[in-house]
């Protein structure tokens, strides 16, 4: 049995919280214990600021569409914005000792990290769209 929950919140950092704190309630109501919803709640925080600062650039126009998914397999996190878009492969790798002392670039490393499954692609409706999977 499968069991989602969506929102939808404004373009804006308090958003990065508020989505953290409702995949920790959905996942604790799913059964997931607390190391599981750590590494769900890390993500979240990663990919919703992402959203929120890259994608939508603070337009509180813009929503952040996200849905939580528990099934059989694990937790799955899927997060839209309405920005641009961008190319995964083209963002500078942070471990390289080049890049070791920028301010960003981190997230998809933080993300890919924490999660089993991390992947990005275009919304036929506009935006990007990052889906992540965390097995149990």
């Not at 214990?33 to 126009?61: C, P, Q």
């Not at 998914?69 to 914005?81: I, L, P």
Request: overall charge negative; glycine content about 8%; hydrophobic content about 40%.
């Amino acid at each position: 049995m499968s069991e989602t929950k969506e929102l939808r919140l404004p373009s804006r950092i308090e958003s990065v919280d508020e989505a953290a704190l409702e995949a920790a309630k959905f996942a604790e109501h799913s059964g997931f214990d607390a190391d599981f919803i750590s590494a769900i709640d890390l993500a979240v925080r990663e990919s919703v600021a992402n959203a929120v600062k890259h994608g939508n650039k603070f337009d509180e126009a813009k929503e952040v569409e996200i849905t939580f998914a528990g099934s059989a397999e694990g937790f799955e996190v899927s997060v839209r914005d309405f920005g641009p878009g961008f190319a995964p492969d083209e963002i500078p790798d942070p471990t390289n000792p080049a890049n070791l002392l920028k301010a960003s670039g981190r997230g998809i490393l933080f993300m890919r990290s924490f999660m089993d499954e991390v992947e990005w692609f275009n919304h036929d409706g506009g935006g990007m769209v990052v889906k992540m999977l965390k097995k149990q």
